[in-house]
């Protein structure tokens, strides 16, 4: 791990062609320059859900705007049981409304629900778009499973992250019951 000021951390995900960097620190969610270094594409889309947006998807909005023409927004019902192909196609229907191409980025704006079927739909939509999870809270990558209505996980594929970063002040919305995960 890498200081790199204002107790921002970096940490080089070493892989080759797709290496990618992890932000940890206090207000990269706001911040423009958190994505200076993102792939440039005329289109980002932001998913999540319905909890997170109203809180959260405003800033990020604002962060992204300097970086892409367009910030498209998608709120997915908040939850485990809309881990399906119903609300998986939701994603791939705005991209296509959007005339999203294969360079729109998505960003995965919450938890594991969120950030599963946003990687899953960056790894299938147009054989693979860049993909940035933020708020991660399990891995900084991971196999994307999603369910089909007769058995849990028979479908999966794995997402690369172009880059992440873990927001320091936001990590109290992780819990476990009702204390935090890492009380800040």
Known sequence: MT????GLQRVQIDL???SYPILIGPGLLGDPQTYAG???????????????APIYAPALQAALKPHFERVLLLSLPDGEMYKDWQHLQLIFDALL??????KTVLFALGGGVVGDMTGFAAASYMRG????????????????????PACQRASSVRAWPRSSSTDRSLIWIFSIGSKPVCPI
């Open 38 to 52: 993102l792939p440039r594409a005329r289109s980002a889309l932001i998913v999540t859900n319905t909890t997170v």
């Open 97 to 102: 409304e959007h005339g999203c191409d294969r």
């Open 129 to 148: 778009v860049p993909f940035v999870p933020l708020f991660i809270s399990r891995s900084v990558w991971s196999v994307i499973w999603m369910c089909w």
């Open 3 to 6: 200081s790199v000021s204002n």
């Open 16 to 18: 080759g062609e797709r």
